[in-house]
Every structure is written in structure tokens, then in C-alpha cells.
């Protein structure tokens, strides 16, 4: 299996994360943003949106990394993806919230504090306002269930994990701040061996 990504890229992380987790083979083949290969004819005719990651097995192409970790774990058996299906269905919530209500306004943080792609006052103000309102209601899961989802440890929480680990190097770290139990599951999953080795935070 073959991901074509950038260990730096949020959508990669996922993908990685969800490898590392459920022990599967893989090569990463880095794509360089800095020379433009994303936009170049070889990396568009595997994902045609011109982004990251892209995989390939055998004769399967796929992109989309939700879609790619979903495939991952399935292929592997793994434990990511309840099999009760009222869990399943609660797991694919968090991820439709991850996907409309948090990566956004968390982006909006990263790319301007970050990528330094400047965004106005005002649309950095109502991204904090709209992360603010997404983490009064991740903080009420949170307060009642160990992790996003529920009982144990899903792709719900894949997903939500490398926008977390950049957010939390700008201000929007002060509105995480403000919910604990939000912290409290984010202490919890940052420091997993394999989440830290994705984040280049491995201990030497």
C-alpha cells in the first residue's frame, strides 16, 4: 500500500494514524508542496482535487482520507470502527461534527497563525465563536464517555487529532482551554506512542 501525502499535511496525519493503529504495511511517497508536485499532472491524475493524501493498492485509487482510514480498518480488521451498530452510527456523528462544525473555524487558526495566510479579525473573531459553540457540545460528550465517541478509542478520534495538535500552538488553544473535559481527552490521545511518533514528538 502506498500513501502519497506530507507527514506535515492534517489529512496525511489521519491516514498515518490510522495505519500506525491498526499495524499495516505501508510506503509513504512524500509529496512536495514547496515545488508544487500537489498541482503537477502525476499526483492530480491520482487525486484529482490537487490535495493530500492519495492511496493506492493494488489496483484500488482512493482519496478522500476519511474514506482511506475507513478502508484501512476495514482492510485490517481492525478495532476503529464499532461493529454495534448504534456505536457505528454515534461514530459517524462526531465525524459529520469534525467535518462541519470543528475543522473549519479550528482551520481558520492554523492558517493564519501557521501557514501564514492572513485571515481578517473578523473572520478569525467568528471562527473562535463557531469552535467555542462546536466545544460546549464536545465537552458535554466528553464529561459522561472517555473518548469522542463513546466507550473506546475510534476513527471519530483519528479525525479530530491533527487539527488539535495545531491548534493548540495558536490562540484558539485559549478556547480549548475553556473546556475541560475537552482537555482532559486531548492529554489522554496526544500522548499515544503512535500519535506522537505521526506529531514528530517520539522520544528519542
Known amino acids: 500500500m502506498k500513501i502519497y501525502g506530507h507527514p506535515m499535511s492534517t489529512c ?5 494514524m490510522t495505519l500506525a493503529e491498526t499495524k499495516t504495511p505501508h510506503e509513504l511517497v512524500v509529496v512536495d508542496f514547496a515545488k508544487g508536485e500537489h498541482k503537477q499532472p502525476p499526483h492530480l491524475a491520482r487525486q484529482p482535487f490537487g490535495k493530500v493524501p492519495a492511496l493506492e493498492d493494488g489496483s484500488l485509487e482512493l482519496y ?3 474514506a482511506m482510514c475507513r478502508y484501512i480498518n ?3 480488521g481492525g478495532a476503529l470502527i464499532p461493529t454495534d451498530l448504534a456505536d457505528r452510527a454515534r461514530m459517524e456523528q462526531w465525524i459529520s461534527i469534525e467535518t462541519s462544525n470543528f475543522n473549519p473555524p479550528t482551520m481558520k487558526f492554523v492558517m493564519h497563525h501557521i501557514l501564514h495566510f492572513e485571515q481578517p479579525a473578523d473572520v478569525l473573531a467568528a471562527a473562535g465563536a ?3 459553540a462546536a466545544l460546549v457540545i464536545m465537552d458535554k460528550q466528553l464529561a459522561s464517555h ?3 465517541a463513546g466507550e473506546r478509542f475510534t476513527l471519530a478520534d483519528v479525525c ?4 488539535l495538535e495545531y491548534g493548540m500552538v495558536t490562540p484558539a488553544k485559549e478556547i480549548f482551554a475553556k ?3 475537552v482537555m482532559a481527552w486531548w492529554n489522554k490521545i496526544s500522548e499515544m506512542p503512535t500519535w506522537r511518533q505521526i506529531a514528530g514528538r517520539a522520544s528519542a
Open 146 to 148: 472517555p473518548f469522542i
Open 12 to 16: 496525511t496525519r489521519k491516514v498515518l
Open 160 to 163: 479530530y487529532m491533527p487539527y
Open 130 to 132: 463557531q469552535l467555542d
Open 74 to 76: 476495514e482492510k485490517a
Open 64 to 66: 478522500e482520507s476519511r
Open 179 to 181: 473546556h475541560p473535559h
